[in-house]
């Protein structure tokens, strides 16, 4: 799961800028710009009379599992339906899902949560295609308070794969009270202001910085954890993937990771640990919140750059937090990645009249508003409903959330895990090259041409 807000005129009109930059408008590309050909699927429903048991699939953490509280009401709507949840922590999401379809258990409702994303599912077979079912059942995305331009991110030539649910952007939380304590300004949550830029930023966050022998005295500026790993060289304006990989399935024909623009690209976020020394290596974070912790919940971070599910809790945090728009960084379109996660029927679903009763129930204005509370703060797609969320953190101007999110969808990028096959392995490949770099023992000159062979060899499999 960076990882906002705030003055959207309203979400309608700011959708509009999602499918502009989905589309390349502002940077970013249509998920049903890159898949290739639909697979056709043809519904194979239970009848509407017989009582049935679908399985919705998802991680093992509360801000997904809360679904299990939306269940009795459902199934009291829909005495013939029973709904049975599965759950996978995050590092196993992908292999359990796989694992459960070749056993012939298929869950029939999933989205893609875990590193594989929706280009992977599809170009694996995974999905099955809603296209003559939305027609059957009359569904209106505008029933749903769902903008049409939504739609279309899962939609391939002209066949729909999935429907919105939740829509996260890029943003940045930071601490007030380290603002505060070191005499500073906070940040805008103005898109368009200028003068705050990566730099300015570093400035900020070397006056709040404090290292010390004692751990209990350390705390750092930032902390910019902008999207995976192999998307970060696009905050900088160096593209990694060719341009081909968003008309050609998720698969690109070339890849630079080697290429001196990546290389100087990712040497500007290790400098903020080795060289201005305003950010933490992954070993202190640790050290301080634990294997699976956050050092800015633990009010060790002054500001933090992720995705917005990082608000998700905001309210039980030990400090004053706000919402800041990520600084300009050198590519004037994109600044946010994007996460626009679809509810998914699989290809082997034996319920998918059913399954999609389930989804349309999830996505009610009623339910996602209840959600937002539920999950300790999801972002719904529901445009009515995100009216709500935008008040939901304590502390937090509601018109800051909207700004920010309307900047962010301005300047976003649909999340490369979303776009690109095979993505689960070129994560997991990333995250284990770069250990050594993220921990001082080996340069970005030694990794990157070893990662470009690697990246080239999955791509290829």
């Known amino acids: ?275 201005d020394k305003v950010s933490p290596n992954s070993e202190w974070s640790k050290s301080v919140a634990g294997q699976n912790g956050d050092p800015f919940v633990a009010g060790k971070i002054g500001m933090s750059i992720g995705g917005s599910w990082n608000l998700a809790g905001a309210n039980d945090f030990p400090f004053k937090i706000g919402v800041a728009a990520v600084p300009w960084g050198g590519n004037d379109q994109v600044r946010s990645t994007l996460y626009v996660d679809p509810l998914l029927i699989l290809k082997d679903s034996k319920h998918p009249k059913e399954a999609f009763e389930w989804i349309k129930y999830l996505l009610t204005t009623d339910v996602q508003e209840k959600s937002i509370e539920l999950s300790g703060g999801n972002p719904p797609v529901n445009t009515e409903a995100a009216e709500v969320y935008y008040k939901h953190f304590e502390g937090i101007d509601p018109a800051d959330v909207k700004k920010v999110y309307e900047g962010a969808i301005k300047y976003g990028y649909e999340s490369y895990n979303h776009l690109i096959t095979n993505y689960s392995q070129i994560n997991d490949m990333f995250i284990n090259e770069m250990q050594p770099v993220e921990t001082g023992h080996k340069t970005l000159e030694e990794v990157m041409p070893v990662i470009q062979k690697k990246v080239t060899e999955i791509i290829k499999r």
């Open 1 to 275: 799961m960076n990882k906002n807000r705030k003055t959207l005129v309203t979400l309608i009109a700011a959708t509009t800028l999602i499918v502009t930059t989905l589309s390349g408008c502002s940077g970013g590309k249509s998920v049903g710009n890159i898949a290739g050909e639909a697979n056709g699927g043809t519904a194979n429903s239970g009848s509407n009379s017989e009582q049935v048991t679908i399985t919705h699939y998802t991680i093992d953490s509360e801000d997904r599992t809360f679904i299990e509280k939306l269940i009795p009401e459902f199934e009291k709507e829909h005495p013939n339906i029973k709904v049975k949840v599965e759950k996978a922590p995050y590092e196993q999401f992908d292999s359990k899902l796989q694992t459960l379809i070749a056993g012939g258990k298929s869950p029939d409702v999933t989205s893609h949560y875990g590193y594989g994303g929706f280009a992977e599912y599809y170009n694996k077979d995974m999905l099955f295609d809603m296209t003559d079912l939305i027609k059957e059942e009359g569904f209106k995305s505008s029933d749903y308070n769902i903008p049409d331009d939504l739609m279309k991110i899962y939609t391939v030539k002209d066949r729909t794969y999935g429907i919105p649910v939740n829509m996260y952007v890029t943003l940045m939380l930071y601490n007030k009270d380290m603002f505060d304590a070191a005499q500073l300004s906070y940040p805008p949550s103005d898109y368009e202001d200028k003068n705050w830029t990566f730099a300015a930023m570093v400035e900020e966050a070397k006056k709040m910085t404090v290292v010390s022998d004692n751990i209990a005295k350390t705390q750092y500026g930032v902390d910019f954890t902008w999207a995976e790993r192999d998307m970060r060289p696009l905050y900088f304006g160096a593209e990694p993937y060719s341009e081909d990989t968003w008309t050609n399935g998720g698969v690109p024909s070339e890849t630079h990771f080697d290429s001196p623009e990546v290389i100087a690209a990712y040497q500007k976020l290790f400098d903020l640990i080795f060289k």
